[in-house]
C-alpha cells in the first residue's frame, strides 16, 4: 500500500534503514572503546594525586617555564655580547719562521702577524743575531701597513688574511 504512494518498493526502505541503523551501532561501539581507553588513561594520570597535588605541579612547571625563558633571553644577551666582542679580539694569525742571517741556522727569528675579524692588528718580527734578538712591531690597518713590510712579515700578513702566496716556507 504505501510503495502504491511512493512509487517504489518499501524494502528497500527496510534495507536502507536496517545498513543506517548497522552502521550507528558500529560507530557506537567504537566510542565506547575509545571512551574506555580514555577513563583508563585518565585514572593512570589521576592516581595518587589530589586535585591539589595536580594544581600544584602545574604551578611548578609553569615556574619551571618562565624560569627557562628568562634564562633563554639571558643567552640570547650573552651571545651577542660575546659576538660583538669576537669581532675586536684577533682571530687571525700567520706566522713564518726563517734565519735572518743566513749565518745563524735554526730559523730562530719569526714574523707573527695577528689580525682581527677586519684585518687590524699588528705584526711583530723578532730577529735574532749572535749579538741578541731585536723585536718589532708594525701596525696593521685594513690588512695594509703604513710601514714597509720585509718578505716574510708580508707572508705572514697573507698567511693570517688567508690569502694564498706563491713562496713555500722553506
Avoid: P
Wanted: with cysteine; glycine share 6%; proline share 0%.
Amino acid at each position: 500500500m504505501i510503495s502504491q504512494y511512493l512509487g517504489f518498493d518499501s524494502d528497500y526502505v527496510i534495507i536502507g534503514l536496517t545498513a543506517a541503523v548497522l552502521i550507528l551501532l558500529i560507530l557506537f561501539i567504537v566510542n565506547i572503546c575509545q571512551m574506555r581507553k580514555l577513563k583508563k588513561n585518565y585514572r593512570i594520570f589521576m592516581s595518587g594525586k589530589t586535585a591539589k597535588n595536580l594544581e600544584d605541579t602545574l604551578i611548578k612547571r609553569l615556574d619551571q617555564v618562565d624560569s627557562l625563558l628568562e634564562s633563554n633571553r639571558q643567552n640570547d644577551k650573552n651571545i651577542k655580547l660575546i659576538s660583538k666582542n669576537m669581532q675586536t679580539t684577533y682571530q687571525k694569525m700567520g706566522l713564518i719562521k726563517y734565519d735572518a742571517f743566513h749565518e745563524m741556522g735554526g730559523k730562530l727569528s719569526f714574523s707573527l702577524a695577528m689580525l682581527d675579524m677586519k684585518n687590524n692588528g699588528f705584526i711583530i718580527n723578532a730577529m735574532h743575531t749572535r749579538e741578541g734578538c731585536y723585536t718589532y712591531i708594525k701596525e696593521i690597518v685594513d690588512g695594509n701597513s703604513i710601514i714597509v713590510l720585509s718578505g716574510e712579515e708580508q707572508e705572514a700578513l697573507n698567511r693570517a688574511m688567508g690569502v694564498s702566496t706563491s713562496k713555500s716556507e722553506e
